[in-house]
């Protein structure tokens, strides 16, 4: 069961944080997030680029091309921002 029309409650990493690659170069696997909306229901047609009907949003990340420590942040509405981290090496 998918809800629209509801405020997003929280946004989850689903996978694909914490992965390490060559700088200047995508990360491997995908970064999925998903909006959730009251009574922790998928939800979708949410701003966070494309969703999908599990209310999941799918990127391919390509980090920047200084090896090391990098993040990016995730935000839906006003909700706090999630973190993903990667590392890039040289």
Not at 26 to 33: E, Q, S, W
Not at 66 to 76: E, K, N, S, W, Y
């Amino acid at each position: 069961m998918t809800v629209s029309g509801l405020v997003p409650t929280q946004v989850v990493i689903v996978r694909g944080s914490n992965q390490t690659t060559r700088a200047g170069t995508a990360l491997a696997t995908h970064v999925v997030v998903r909006v959730l909306g009251p009574n922790i229901v998928p939800m979708v047609g949410i701003p966070v680029a494309v969703t999908h009907t599990a209310g999941e949003v799918s990127l391919r990340w390509t980090i920047g091309t200084t090896a090391g420590a990098t993040t990016a942040l995730i935000q839906v509405c006003t909700l706090d921002p999630v973190t993903i981290s990667a590392a890039g090496t040289p």
